[in-house]
Structure formats: structure tokens, C-alpha cells
């Protein structure tokens, strides 16, 4: 089973920037949809954004929409997220996911939690004002 690692979550000031990472592990597949997901203390977990592998095409969540992008590096079985602009209520645990069974079109509607199949441990985001 593929093994999902976060990293680059941090501390910052509101306006700031951090970059987080999801690196693969193990048995994978070239096609594949990828979530970024957060919770915030006594919220639901909730979609940020999503990348389809097939064709890089990309999908945000409004909140978020022109302050981060999401990005993949097959090479290094690598996605990102870029986060601009943070603001206060962007703190949160994110999470990565990933399945191979959404499709295109699915993963562009920033699919829910449980469609996903393998899920990371998670990386902290505090951003203060």
C-alpha cells in the first residue's frame, strides 16, 4: 500500500507563505487523483485542493482560490501545495490523499474525504495575525 508523508507545514505571520509537500512511497500508479485536505480544531475536515495526474488539471476550493496551487513532480512522486497570502483562518492539520479509482471529472468536484483511499499523517499550519 502506498504510504503518503506531509512535510512543510510551520509557523507563519498572516500574508506569509509556506510550501507543503506529499511524497509517495511504495507501490503506486502513474494516474492517480491527489487531495489536499485540512482540519481545523472542532471542524469537519474539508478539501482545499486537488490535482489529477493524467493531465496536471487542477481544482480549489473557494476559500482558497488565487492563493494556493497545487503542483506534481512525478519524478520525485511529489505533490505541492503553494500557499500565498496565508490568512488566520487557514491554520489547520493538512492532510494529503490520494486514490486511483476517482476520475477526471470526479476529481474535479474536490471529492470528500472518504473517497479517498490512502491518507497521510498530516502537517501542521499556524499562520498569526
Known amino acids: 500500500k502506498v504510504q503518503l508523508v506531509e512535510s512543510g507545514g510551520g509557523s507563519v505571520q498572516a500574508g506569509g507563505s509556506l510550501r507543503l509537500s506529499c511524497a509517495a512511497f511504495g507501490p503506486s500508479y502513474s494516474i492517480y487523483c491527489l487531495g489536499w485536505f485540512r482540519q481545523a480544531p472542532g471542524k469537519e475536515r474539508e478539501g482545499v485542493a486537488t490535482v489529477y495526474s493524467g493531465d496536471a488539471s487542477a481544482y480549489y476550493a473557494d476559500s482558497v482560490k488565487g492563493r494556493f496551487t497545487i503542483s506534481q513532480d512525478n519524478a520525485k512522486n511529489t505533490v505541492y501545495l503553494q500557499m500565498n497570502g496565508l490568512q488566520v483562518e487557514d491554520s489547520a492539520m493538512y492532510y494529503c490523499?490520494?486514490?486511483?479509482?476517482?476520475?477526471?471529472?470526479?476529481?474535479?468536484?474536490?471529492?470528500?474525504?472518504?473517497?479517498?483511499?490512502?491518507w497521510g499523517r498530516g502537517t501542521q499550519v499556524t499562520v498569526s495575525s
Open positions: 490523499a490520494v486514490d486511483y479509482v476517482i476520475s477526471r471529472t470526479y476529481c474535479q468536484q474536490l471529492p470528500p474525504p472518504r473517497q479517498y483511499a490512502n
